[in-house]
């Protein structure tokens, strides 16, 4: 248990339904973090919050909308997806400033029918 | 752009072995370099984290060592066990304070 945990575990959805990921975080920090992973493919960083506000968005698709209501919840919620967006979704969190460790969650495994 | 690169992409070894993972990163401006392990289907563990004014880290039979100027950090796992076997991801922050690059990971499979 590294501190970060992240709902559902498991999650299939249809192109057209609307579904959003949780993660909740209790280790006092200030940034939190949604990656994507795919099959052979490094770990793509999505959107950074600091301070609930959001400070890094790396040309994600509009399908992904991340929310950040407090510094101990992150979402993404999901609508119109296709399944190439099947993937991993990590969640993690870090304290603010350089030279800080990352801590992940145990990730969510999305498959888009 | 910051590219981080780990060789071998996969390895295989006997229990008992003492190995090394090898990460290799192109820009040498690094805030820290972090490693990580990854069972299957699961979300990432972190093992060691290496500030960039360090030369390394230990932590029971890992060892992780950072050179920033020829951009490598290698990953020493002593006296290697069946429970070891996971995907071991190394990670650069930099570019921006929150800007973690992973590399593409080692599959180790250690063979009782």
């Known amino acids: 248990e590294t501190g970060v945990t992240q709902t559902p575990r498991h999650l299939v959805m249809g192109m057209t339904n609307k579904k959003s990921l949780k993660c909740e975080q209790h280790?006092?920090?200030?940034?939190m973090y949604w990656y994507k992973q795919s099959a052979k493919k490094p770990l793509e960083l999505m959107f950074v919050y600091s301070l609930e506000e959001r400070v890094e968005n790396n040309s994600v698709p509009s399908r992904f909308s991340p929310e950040c209501p407090n510094s101990s919840h992150l979402f993404l919620h999901l609508h119109t997806l296709q399944p190439e967006d099947s993937a991993l979704y990590l969640c993690?969190?870090?304290?603010?400033?350089?030279?800080?460790?990352?801590?992940f969650g145990q990730g969510t495994r999305l498959t888009v029918v | 752009k910051q590219e981080v690169t780990q060789i071998p992409a996969a390895l295989s070894v006997p229990e008992g072995e003492n190995l090394v993972l090898n990460c290799s990163f192109t820009d040498s401006a690094i805030y820290n370099l972090q490693w990580f392990r990854q069972d299957p289907g699961k979300g990432l563990t972190s093992l060691l984290l290496i500030q960039s004014s360090q030369r390394e880290q230990t932590s029971g039979r890992l060892n992780a060592s950072l050179d920033k100027s020829s951009g490598r950090s290698t990953l020493y796992i002593a006296a290697s066990q069946p429970g070891d076997s996971a995907t071991y991801l190394c990670a650069v922050a930099s570019g921006g304070t929150y800007k973690y690059i992973f590399g593409t990971g080692t599959r180790l499979k250690v063979l009782a």
């Open positions: 280790l006092g920090h200030n940034a």
């Open positions: 993690a969190s870090s304290s603010q400033g350089v030279g800080t460790e990352a801590f």
